[in-house]
Protein backbone atom coordinates (compact mmCIF):
# COMPACT_ATOMS: atom_id res chain seq x y z
CA UNK A 1 0.00 0.00 0.00
CA UNK A 2 0.88 3.52 -0.39
CA UNK A 3 2.38 3.33 -3.80
CA UNK A 4 0.58 4.23 -7.09
CA UNK A 5 0.32 1.70 -10.01
CA UNK A 6 1.86 3.14 -13.17
CA UNK A 7 3.50 1.47 -16.01
CA UNK A 8 3.20 -2.22 -14.66
CA UNK A 9 4.96 -1.65 -11.48
CA UNK A 10 4.36 -0.25 -7.96
CA UNK A 11 6.12 3.20 -7.27
CA UNK A 12 6.06 5.56 -5.10
CA UNK A 13 4.29 9.14 -5.82
CA UNK A 14 6.81 12.00 -7.28
CA UNK A 15 5.76 13.84 -3.71
CA UNK A 16 6.99 11.09 -1.91
CA UNK A 17 4.12 11.83 0.09
CA UNK A 18 1.48 9.44 1.51
CA UNK A 19 -2.00 9.93 3.88
CA UNK A 20 -3.86 7.24 5.92
CA UNK A 21 -6.47 5.13 5.63
CA UNK A 22 -9.14 5.13 8.48
CA UNK A 23 -11.55 2.53 9.02
CA UNK A 24 -14.93 4.41 9.19
CA UNK A 25 -16.61 2.97 12.40
CA UNK A 26 -13.63 2.73 14.53
CA UNK A 27 -11.21 5.36 13.30
CA UNK A 28 -8.65 2.60 13.27
CA UNK A 29 -5.80 2.67 10.75
CA UNK A 30 -6.20 0.34 7.66
CA UNK A 31 -3.65 1.55 5.20
CA UNK A 32 -1.89 4.60 3.47
CA UNK A 33 -2.39 5.59 -0.40
CA UNK A 34 0.03 7.75 -2.23
CA UNK A 35 -0.21 11.44 -2.41
CA UNK A 36 0.04 11.80 -6.12
CA UNK A 37 0.03 14.70 -8.24
CA UNK A 38 0.39 15.74 -11.67
CA UNK A 39 3.59 14.71 -12.48
CA UNK A 40 2.40 11.18 -11.90
CA UNK A 41 -0.79 11.92 -13.89
CA UNK A 42 1.14 12.72 -16.75
CA UNK A 43 3.57 9.61 -16.13
CA UNK A 44 0.29 7.43 -16.33
CA UNK A 45 -1.11 8.86 -19.27
CA UNK A 46 1.89 8.44 -20.92
CA UNK A 47 2.06 4.76 -19.93
CA UNK A 48 -1.33 4.22 -21.04
CA UNK A 49 -0.73 5.82 -24.61
CA UNK A 50 2.31 3.95 -25.54
CA UNK A 51 0.38 0.88 -24.24
CA UNK A 52 -3.16 1.46 -26.20
CA UNK A 53 -2.54 0.14 -29.80
CA UNK A 54 -0.54 -2.92 -28.55
CA UNK A 55 -3.53 -3.87 -26.57
CA UNK A 56 -6.04 -3.09 -29.16
CA UNK A 57 -4.09 -5.43 -31.45
CA UNK A 58 -4.56 -8.37 -29.65
CA UNK A 59 -7.22 -10.48 -30.63
CA UNK A 60 -10.52 -10.35 -28.70
CA UNK A 61 -10.47 -13.68 -26.74
CA UNK A 62 -7.47 -12.60 -25.38
CA UNK A 63 -7.98 -9.50 -23.82
CA UNK A 64 -11.04 -11.67 -22.38
CA UNK A 65 -9.00 -13.71 -20.90
CA UNK A 66 -7.40 -10.88 -19.52
CA UNK A 67 -10.47 -9.85 -18.06
CA UNK A 68 -11.47 -13.42 -16.97
CA UNK A 69 -8.19 -13.64 -14.88
CA UNK A 70 -9.01 -10.09 -12.94
CA UNK A 71 -12.57 -11.56 -12.48
CA UNK A 72 -10.88 -15.10 -10.70
CA UNK A 73 -8.53 -13.26 -8.74
CA UNK A 74 -10.91 -11.15 -7.38
CA UNK A 75 -13.14 -14.13 -6.91
CA UNK A 76 -10.35 -15.69 -5.23
CA UNK A 77 -10.09 -12.72 -2.61
CA UNK A 78 -13.99 -12.48 -2.06
CA UNK A 79 -13.92 -12.77 1.71
CA UNK A 80 -10.77 -10.58 2.25
CA UNK A 81 -12.02 -7.91 -0.11
CA UNK A 82 -15.80 -7.83 1.44
CA UNK A 83 -14.15 -6.80 4.49
CA UNK A 84 -12.14 -4.36 3.46
CA UNK A 85 -15.13 -2.78 1.57
CA UNK A 86 -17.03 -3.15 5.54
CA UNK A 87 -13.88 -1.28 7.15
CA UNK A 88 -12.95 1.18 4.78
CA UNK A 89 -16.63 2.28 2.93
CA UNK A 90 -18.59 1.93 6.38
CA UNK A 91 -21.43 -0.52 4.77
CA UNK A 92 -22.69 -2.83 5.99
CA UNK A 93 -21.90 -6.61 4.47
CA UNK A 94 -24.86 -7.15 2.33
CA UNK A 95 -23.69 -4.14 0.97
CA UNK A 96 -20.04 -4.63 0.49
CA UNK A 97 -20.84 -8.47 -0.92
CA UNK A 98 -22.65 -6.50 -3.28
CA UNK A 99 -20.21 -4.47 -4.54
CA UNK A 100 -17.25 -6.96 -4.73
CA UNK A 101 -19.92 -9.19 -6.99
CA UNK A 102 -20.90 -6.77 -8.89
CA UNK A 103 -17.58 -5.84 -10.13
CA UNK A 104 -16.56 -9.78 -10.57
CA UNK A 105 -19.91 -9.72 -12.88
CA UNK A 106 -19.00 -6.64 -14.55
CA UNK A 107 -15.38 -8.28 -15.67
CA UNK A 108 -16.80 -11.63 -16.54
CA UNK A 109 -20.10 -9.83 -18.27
CA UNK A 110 -17.22 -7.69 -20.67
CA UNK A 111 -15.00 -10.48 -21.61
CA UNK A 112 -18.14 -12.44 -22.84
CA UNK A 113 -18.81 -8.93 -24.59
CA UNK A 114 -15.48 -8.43 -26.31
CA UNK A 115 -15.95 -11.79 -28.42
CA UNK A 116 -19.62 -11.20 -29.19
CA UNK A 117 -19.81 -8.95 -31.87
CA UNK A 118 -17.37 -6.54 -33.58
CA UNK A 119 -19.68 -4.35 -35.36
CA UNK A 120 -22.65 -4.76 -37.98
CA UNK A 121 -23.57 -5.04 -41.72
CA UNK A 122 -25.77 -1.77 -42.33
CA UNK A 123 -27.89 -1.31 -45.41
CA UNK A 124 -26.30 0.30 -48.17
CA UNK A 125 -27.19 3.30 -49.16
CA UNK A 126 -27.29 2.78 -52.92
CA UNK A 127 -27.03 -0.55 -54.87
CA UNK A 128 -23.77 -2.58 -55.82
CA UNK A 129 -22.35 -0.84 -52.13
CA UNK A 130 -21.53 -2.73 -49.04
CA UNK A 131 -21.62 -0.82 -45.78
CA UNK A 132 -20.12 -1.56 -42.66
CA UNK A 133 -19.31 -0.43 -39.19
CA UNK A 134 -17.00 -1.95 -36.51
CA UNK A 135 -16.09 -0.93 -33.20
CA UNK A 136 -12.87 0.82 -32.84
CA UNK A 137 -11.49 1.61 -29.00
CA UNK A 138 -11.56 5.53 -28.48
CA UNK A 139 -8.18 5.36 -26.74
CA UNK A 140 -6.94 6.38 -23.23
CA UNK A 141 -9.75 6.90 -20.94
CA UNK A 142 -9.37 8.16 -17.12
CA UNK A 143 -11.80 7.16 -14.81
CA UNK A 144 -12.59 9.09 -11.47
CA UNK A 145 -14.85 7.31 -9.28
CA UNK A 146 -16.78 8.29 -5.59
CA UNK A 147 -16.36 6.70 -2.38
CA UNK A 148 -19.73 5.42 -2.17
CA UNK A 149 -19.03 2.23 -4.29
CA UNK A 150 -16.02 2.49 -4.78
CA UNK A 151 -15.12 -0.75 -7.07
CA UNK A 152 -18.02 -1.37 -8.58
CA UNK A 153 -18.39 2.22 -9.88
CA UNK A 154 -14.43 1.83 -11.51
CA UNK A 155 -15.34 -1.65 -12.71
CA UNK A 156 -18.41 -0.40 -14.76
CA UNK A 157 -15.72 1.76 -16.74
CA UNK A 158 -12.72 -0.47 -16.71
CA UNK A 159 -13.86 -3.49 -17.30
CA UNK A 160 -15.88 -2.78 -20.84
CA UNK A 161 -13.24 -0.40 -21.33
CA UNK A 162 -10.38 -2.78 -21.25
CA UNK A 163 -12.60 -4.74 -23.12
CA UNK A 164 -13.24 -2.87 -26.39
CA UNK A 165 -9.15 -2.22 -26.65
CA UNK A 166 -8.70 1.16 -24.24
CA UNK A 167 -6.35 1.32 -21.71
CA UNK A 168 -7.02 3.19 -18.52
CA UNK A 169 -6.00 5.51 -15.74
CA UNK A 170 -8.02 5.33 -12.32
CA UNK A 171 -8.21 7.99 -9.74
CA UNK A 172 -10.04 6.53 -6.59
CA UNK A 173 -11.12 8.90 -4.20
CA UNK A 174 -9.32 9.56 -1.30
CA UNK A 175 -11.85 8.30 1.26
CA UNK A 176 -11.69 4.56 -0.57
CA UNK A 177 -8.40 4.04 -2.07
CA UNK A 178 -7.73 0.43 -1.18
CA UNK A 179 -10.77 -1.45 -2.06
CA UNK A 180 -11.36 1.17 -5.02
CA UNK A 181 -8.05 1.52 -6.48
CA UNK A 182 -5.00 -0.34 -4.96
CA UNK A 183 -7.04 -3.72 -4.78
CA UNK A 184 -7.56 -3.43 -8.54
CA UNK A 185 -3.87 -2.61 -9.15
CA UNK A 186 -2.70 -6.03 -7.22
CA UNK A 187 -5.63 -7.81 -9.51
CA UNK A 188 -3.63 -6.15 -12.45
CA UNK A 189 -0.32 -7.21 -11.48
CA UNK A 190 -1.54 -11.08 -10.49
CA UNK A 191 -2.87 -11.82 -13.96
CA UNK A 192 0.13 -9.76 -15.96
CA UNK A 193 -1.86 -7.15 -17.06
CA UNK A 194 0.78 -5.81 -19.92
CA UNK A 195 2.50 -2.86 -18.67
CA UNK A 196 0.69 0.45 -19.36
CA UNK A 197 -2.94 -0.85 -19.97
CA UNK A 198 -4.12 -0.25 -16.46
CA UNK A 199 -2.52 2.93 -13.87
CA UNK A 200 -3.58 3.60 -10.75
CA UNK A 201 -3.09 7.42 -9.51
CA UNK A 202 -4.16 7.84 -5.64
CA UNK A 203 -4.26 10.81 -4.30
CA UNK A 204 -6.30 14.17 -3.42
CA UNK A 205 -9.02 15.53 -5.56
CA UNK A 206 -7.56 18.76 -6.14
CA UNK A 207 -3.89 17.61 -7.01
CA UNK A 208 -4.43 14.11 -8.44
CA UNK A 209 -8.37 14.42 -8.99
CA UNK A 210 -8.37 17.66 -11.47
CA UNK A 211 -4.75 16.88 -13.09
CA UNK A 212 -6.20 13.83 -14.48
CA UNK A 213 -9.75 15.28 -14.84
CA UNK A 214 -8.19 18.47 -17.10
CA UNK A 215 -5.76 16.09 -18.93
CA UNK A 216 -5.31 16.69 -22.62
CA UNK A 217 -3.73 13.13 -23.03
CA UNK A 218 -7.03 11.88 -22.95
CA UNK A 219 -9.88 10.61 -25.19
CA UNK A 220 -12.24 10.10 -22.79
CA UNK A 221 -13.02 11.57 -19.24
CA UNK A 222 -15.01 9.74 -16.95
CA UNK A 223 -16.44 10.94 -13.76
CA UNK A 224 -18.45 9.78 -11.43
CA UNK A 225 -19.46 12.32 -8.34
CA UNK A 226 -20.62 15.48 -7.34
CA UNK A 227 -22.59 17.95 -9.76
CA UNK A 228 -20.51 20.68 -8.09
CA UNK A 229 -17.38 19.20 -9.78
CA UNK A 230 -19.27 17.86 -12.92
CA UNK A 231 -20.06 21.47 -13.58
CA UNK A 232 -15.82 22.54 -13.34
CA UNK A 233 -15.05 19.29 -15.78
CA UNK A 234 -18.04 20.48 -18.10
CA UNK A 235 -16.66 23.54 -17.81
CA UNK A 236 -12.54 22.89 -18.68
CA UNK A 237 -13.77 20.22 -21.66
CA UNK A 238 -16.25 22.87 -23.37
CA UNK A 239 -12.91 25.34 -23.66
CA UNK A 240 -11.23 22.32 -26.47
CA UNK A 241 -14.31 20.52 -26.78
CA UNK A 242 -13.11 16.96 -25.15
CA UNK A 243 -14.76 14.36 -24.55
CA UNK A 244 -16.62 13.82 -21.10
CA UNK A 245 -18.99 11.40 -19.70
CA UNK A 246 -20.65 12.58 -16.06
CA UNK A 247 -22.73 10.75 -13.50
CA UNK A 248 -23.51 13.38 -10.84
CA UNK A 249 -26.11 13.77 -8.09
CA UNK A 250 -29.76 14.18 -7.99
CA UNK A 251 -32.24 15.09 -5.73
CA UNK A 252 -34.32 12.36 -6.15
CA UNK A 253 -37.92 11.75 -5.79
CA UNK A 254 -40.19 9.16 -4.00
CA UNK A 255 -44.02 10.15 -4.43
CA UNK A 256 -46.67 8.50 -2.79
CA UNK A 257 -50.34 8.84 -4.24
CA UNK A 258 -53.67 8.64 -2.46
CA UNK A 259 -54.46 5.05 -3.78
CA UNK A 260 -51.30 3.77 -2.67
CA UNK A 261 -50.00 0.54 -0.26
CA UNK A 262 -48.68 2.87 2.56
CA UNK A 263 -47.40 -0.18 4.35
CA UNK A 264 -45.38 -0.82 0.83
CA UNK A 265 -44.60 2.04 0.40
CA UNK A 266 -42.83 2.37 3.80
CA UNK A 267 -40.75 -0.66 3.52
CA UNK A 268 -39.59 0.67 0.51
CA UNK A 269 -38.63 3.86 1.67
CA UNK A 270 -35.99 2.09 3.56
CA UNK A 271 -34.30 0.97 1.01
CA UNK A 272 -34.68 4.09 -0.93
CA UNK A 273 -33.99 6.85 1.20
CA UNK A 274 -31.37 5.18 3.97
CA UNK A 275 -29.32 1.49 2.21
CA UNK A 276 -25.71 2.37 3.18
CA UNK A 277 -27.27 5.00 5.10
CA UNK A 278 -27.81 6.70 2.18
CA UNK A 279 -25.04 7.71 0.99
CA UNK A 280 -25.79 7.01 -3.44
CA UNK A 281 -26.31 8.96 -5.75
CA UNK A 282 -29.99 7.44 -6.50
CA UNK A 283 -31.14 7.74 -2.68
CA UNK A 284 -34.51 9.50 -2.60
CA UNK A 285 -34.01 12.81 -1.12
CA UNK A 286 -37.81 13.81 -1.31
CA UNK A 287 -40.49 11.79 -0.25
CA UNK A 288 -43.49 13.96 -1.93
CA UNK A 289 -46.85 12.29 -0.32
CA UNK A 290 -50.49 13.02 -0.94
CA UNK A 291 -52.69 14.43 2.26
CA UNK A 292 -54.92 11.21 2.49
CA UNK A 293 -52.32 9.15 3.47
CA UNK A 294 -49.62 11.57 4.73
CA UNK A 295 -49.84 10.75 8.52
CA UNK A 296 -50.36 7.22 8.37
CA UNK A 297 -46.94 7.17 5.78
CA UNK A 298 -45.25 8.98 8.19
CA UNK A 299 -46.54 6.86 10.84
CA UNK A 300 -45.12 3.91 9.03
CA UNK A 301 -41.98 5.15 8.30
CA UNK A 302 -41.14 6.64 11.16
CA UNK A 303 -42.30 3.27 12.95
CA UNK A 304 -39.46 1.41 10.73
CA UNK A 305 -37.13 3.91 11.13
CA UNK A 306 -37.14 4.00 14.88
CA UNK A 307 -36.62 0.34 14.92
CA UNK A 308 -33.11 0.16 12.78
CA UNK A 309 -29.72 -1.21 14.83
CA UNK A 310 -26.91 1.55 14.10
CA UNK A 311 -23.54 0.57 15.07
CA UNK A 312 -20.41 -1.58 14.14
CA UNK A 313 -21.30 -2.60 10.32
CA UNK A 314 -19.33 -5.22 10.86
CA UNK A 315 -21.75 -6.52 13.04
CA UNK A 316 -24.18 -9.19 11.16
CA UNK A 317 -26.77 -7.25 13.76
CA UNK A 318 -26.08 -3.68 12.29
CA UNK A 319 -28.57 -2.46 9.95
CA UNK A 320 -26.92 0.94 9.11
CA UNK A 321 -23.53 2.05 9.68
CA UNK A 322 -21.06 5.49 9.96
CA UNK A 323 -20.97 7.94 7.26
CA UNK A 324 -18.19 8.15 5.57
CA UNK A 325 -16.51 11.38 7.04
CA UNK A 326 -17.17 14.44 9.34
CA UNK A 327 -16.84 16.45 6.37
CA UNK A 328 -20.00 14.69 5.07
CA UNK A 329 -21.69 14.54 9.00
CA UNK A 330 -21.45 18.43 9.30
CA UNK A 331 -22.90 18.97 5.07
CA UNK A 332 -25.66 16.55 6.66
CA UNK A 333 -26.36 18.31 9.65
CA UNK A 334 -25.23 21.44 9.59
CA UNK A 335 -26.42 22.50 5.74
CA UNK A 336 -29.35 20.60 5.64
CA UNK A 337 -31.16 19.28 8.77
CA UNK A 338 -30.78 22.09 11.13
CA UNK A 339 -31.74 24.69 8.89
CA UNK A 340 -34.58 22.91 7.83
CA UNK A 341 -35.99 22.71 11.65
CA UNK A 342 -34.81 26.27 11.91
CA UNK A 343 -37.52 27.20 8.85
CA UNK A 344 -40.40 25.19 10.43
CA UNK A 345 -39.64 21.45 9.43
CA UNK A 346 -40.93 19.24 12.27
CA UNK A 347 -38.14 16.77 13.23
CA UNK A 348 -39.71 13.46 14.32
CA UNK A 349 -36.83 11.20 15.14
CA UNK A 350 -33.55 11.08 15.15
CA UNK A 351 -31.26 14.37 14.22
CA UNK A 352 -28.58 13.66 16.46
CA UNK A 353 -25.11 11.94 16.06
CA UNK A 354 -22.30 10.21 17.65
CA UNK A 355 -19.54 10.36 15.77
CA UNK A 356 -19.91 9.23 12.40
CA UNK A 357 -23.01 7.53 13.70
CA UNK A 358 -25.46 9.76 12.51
CA UNK A 359 -29.10 8.39 13.46
CA UNK A 360 -31.68 7.78 11.35
CA UNK A 361 -34.03 10.82 10.78
CA UNK A 362 -37.16 11.66 9.79
CA UNK A 363 -38.43 15.46 9.01
CA UNK A 364 -41.91 16.41 8.68
CA UNK A 365 -43.81 19.45 7.45
CA UNK A 366 -41.02 20.36 5.38
CA UNK A 367 -41.26 22.94 2.36
CA UNK A 368 -40.08 23.18 -1.13
CA UNK A 369 -38.00 25.93 0.23
CA UNK A 370 -36.44 24.16 2.82
CA UNK A 371 -32.51 22.40 2.22
CA UNK A 372 -34.02 19.08 2.88
CA UNK A 373 -36.17 19.55 -0.18
CA UNK A 374 -33.31 21.39 -2.39
CA UNK A 375 -30.25 19.59 -1.32
CA UNK A 376 -29.40 16.22 -2.25
CA UNK A 377 -29.14 14.72 0.84
CA UNK A 378 -26.68 11.77 1.10
CA UNK A 379 -26.94 10.89 4.66
CA UNK A 380 -30.11 8.77 6.61
CA UNK A 381 -32.72 10.96 6.51
CA UNK A 382 -36.53 10.97 5.11
CA UNK A 383 -38.01 14.05 4.99
CA UNK A 384 -42.34 14.28 3.75
CA UNK A 385 -43.71 17.50 2.02
CA UNK A 386 -47.31 16.87 2.07
CA UNK A 387 -48.65 17.99 -1.35
CA UNK A 388 -52.64 18.14 -2.60
CA UNK A 389 -52.83 16.01 -5.80
CA UNK A 390 -51.53 13.92 -8.40
CA UNK A 391 -50.35 16.97 -10.37
CA UNK A 392 -48.59 18.84 -7.45
CA UNK A 393 -46.42 15.78 -6.78
CA UNK A 394 -45.21 15.74 -10.35
CA UNK A 395 -44.85 19.48 -10.24
CA UNK A 396 -42.39 19.47 -7.48
CA UNK A 397 -40.43 16.79 -8.28
CA UNK A 398 -39.64 18.09 -11.89
CA UNK A 399 -38.21 21.39 -10.10
CA UNK A 400 -34.91 19.68 -9.28
CA UNK A 401 -32.51 17.50 -11.08
CA UNK A 402 -32.94 13.67 -10.75
CA UNK A 403 -31.65 10.65 -11.56
CA UNK A 404 -34.06 7.86 -9.97
CA UNK A 405 -37.47 8.43 -8.76
CA UNK A 406 -40.11 6.11 -7.19
CA UNK A 407 -43.70 6.48 -7.35
CA UNK A 408 -46.32 4.09 -5.23
CA UNK A 409 -50.24 3.64 -6.69
CA UNK A 410 -52.47 0.95 -6.26
CA UNK A 411 -53.27 1.60 -10.58
CA UNK A 412 -50.02 0.42 -12.28
CA UNK A 413 -51.56 2.41 -15.57
CA UNK A 414 -51.49 5.73 -13.38
CA UNK A 415 -48.32 5.13 -12.18
CA UNK A 416 -46.80 4.37 -15.74
CA UNK A 417 -48.51 7.80 -16.85
CA UNK A 418 -46.79 9.37 -13.53
CA UNK A 419 -43.80 7.41 -14.57
CA UNK A 420 -43.55 9.14 -17.94
CA UNK A 421 -44.54 12.95 -16.70
CA UNK A 422 -41.26 12.60 -14.60
CA UNK A 423 -38.16 13.87 -15.92
CA UNK A 424 -35.84 11.65 -14.21
CA UNK A 425 -33.89 8.70 -16.10
CA UNK A 426 -35.22 6.01 -14.39
CA UNK A 427 -38.66 5.68 -12.74
CA UNK A 428 -40.01 2.74 -10.66
CA UNK A 429 -43.34 2.20 -9.86
CA UNK A 430 -44.62 0.35 -6.52
CA UNK A 431 -40.74 -0.67 -6.12
CA UNK A 432 -37.59 1.00 -4.74
CA UNK A 433 -34.29 1.71 -7.00
CA UNK A 434 -31.82 -0.67 -7.95
CA UNK A 435 -34.56 -3.70 -7.68
CA UNK A 436 -35.77 -3.89 -11.31
CA UNK A 437 -32.54 -5.61 -12.91
CA UNK A 438 -31.74 -3.47 -15.98
CA UNK A 439 -27.94 -2.91 -16.30
CA UNK A 440 -25.98 0.04 -18.05
CA UNK A 441 -28.85 2.83 -18.11
CA UNK A 442 -26.12 5.09 -19.66
CA UNK A 443 -27.43 7.77 -21.85
CA UNK A 444 -26.02 8.34 -25.42
CA UNK A 445 -27.47 10.60 -27.88
CA UNK A 446 -31.26 10.49 -26.31
CA UNK A 447 -32.61 10.83 -23.40
CA UNK A 448 -33.18 6.72 -22.54
CA UNK A 449 -35.61 6.73 -19.64
CA UNK A 450 -36.71 3.42 -18.07
CA UNK A 451 -39.50 2.31 -15.72
CA UNK A 452 -39.81 -0.26 -13.55
CA UNK A 453 -43.26 -1.61 -12.06
CA UNK A 454 -43.60 -4.16 -9.62
CA UNK A 455 -46.09 -6.49 -10.33
CA UNK A 456 -45.44 -9.28 -7.43
CA UNK A 457 -44.51 -9.25 -3.66
CA UNK A 458 -40.74 -8.52 -3.11
CA UNK A 459 -39.03 -9.99 -0.61
CA UNK A 460 -36.97 -6.86 1.23
CA UNK A 461 -33.69 -7.18 3.56
CA UNK A 462 -35.14 -7.58 7.33
CA UNK A 463 -33.87 -4.41 7.92
CA UNK A 464 -36.27 -2.27 5.21
CA UNK A 465 -39.75 -5.00 6.22
CA UNK A 466 -41.78 -3.74 9.57
CA UNK A 467 -39.71 -4.25 12.37
CA UNK A 468 -42.45 -4.58 14.78
CA UNK A 469 -41.25 -7.18 17.45
CA UNK A 470 -37.44 -6.98 16.84
CA UNK A 471 -36.92 -4.35 19.16
Not at 214 to 228: A, M, N, Q, Y
Not at 346 to 365: I, S
Amino acid sequence: MGRLYIDGTFQDAASGGTAPVHEKATGARIGTYALGGPADVDRAVAAARAAQPAWAALSAPERAGYLRGLAEHLQGRYEELVELSVRETGGVRAKAEDEVSTSIRQLLISSVQATENAGDILPPYKAGKLSLSRAVPLGVIGVITPWNYPMNLAMRMVAPGLAFGNTIVLKPAELTPLVGGHVLAEAAEAVGLPAGVFNVVTGDGPEAGWALADHRGLDLLDFTGSREVGLAIAASAATDLRSIRLELGGDNAFIVLEDADVELAASHAMIASLEFQGQTCISSSRHIVVREVADRYLEAVTRRVEALRLGDPMSPDTDLGPLISEGQRDRLHERIVAPSIAKGARLVTGGTYDGLFYRPTVLAEVTPDMPAFTEEIFGPVIPVTVVDSEDEAVELANRHPMMMDSVFTADLMRGMDVAERLRAGEVHVNDAHARHGAENQMPGFTRRQWIGVQRTPLTLPDWASDPAGRR
